[in-house]
């Protein structure tokens, strides 16, 4: 029996258990998956534990994409360019690091059928997931993207990963045809993020990272604007599906049972 964990804190919230053990009893695999509170000194001995095949391969959650790195023996371009590594395998007695948030990223979009090429995008907030949101935007052509972050000092950081991003003051709207919520307000559901969006054009995209609550009061606002909306629930449905075809080289179905099964 093959085993597979994802790491975290808090981790209580992840939902990649029941997705990964839905798609395990679906594809008839020898195989559990299950959540692991951890603390940063505990990340020696989980990825040793990957070396000895105690564990066959891992999920990693915030705080520790990045934390997780120095413990590894290889890194895939995308978890090198990006600084964050969310899935781990090993492969010729090798452990790799690997970021999957930039194909589930890339495969929503392309799902909502919203061309990126030659559009400006603007992305609220500077964390853990930024610069797997921004590789994949360049990935798919995008003209230009400006980042706003609270702490603009964070954002500013991320022009040594990517040297193509324009920073603004938080709270200054540029012109845009994606505006991203890449921030935490909007985990609690009377969360407001305070940025008037009003001088915008109408049908634009309004992408949210947060898929639970569904409906941010950020996808609220920029519904009642005109503009179109999504969240980032198959974002993490996609990220999923790079992990789990990684580790047992399935590709698993992505359908409405699946969907649903994850809003129980
Ligand atoms: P981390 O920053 O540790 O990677 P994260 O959850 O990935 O954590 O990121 C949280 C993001 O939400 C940050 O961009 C944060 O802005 P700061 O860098 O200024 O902290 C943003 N954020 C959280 N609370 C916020 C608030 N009340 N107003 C504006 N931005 C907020």
Redesign the pocket.
Known sequence: MKKYAVIGNPIEHSLSPILHNYWIDKNKIEASYEKKLISKDDLVKVINDVKEEKINGLNVT??FKKDVIPFLDELSLEATKTQSVNTIYSKNNKIIGHNTDIKGFELNIKQIKFDVDGKNIFIL?????VPSIIFALNKMGASSIIVS???KN?AENLKNLFNNITVVNWGEVPNFDMVINA???GLKTDDKIGIDFSNIEKNKLFYDVIYNPKNTNFLKIGKKLGHNTENGKLMFVYQALEAFEIWHNIKPQVNNEVLEFLDK
């Open positions: 915030v705080p907030g500077a964390g853990g997931v972050n609270r702490t964070k921030t935490s307000l």
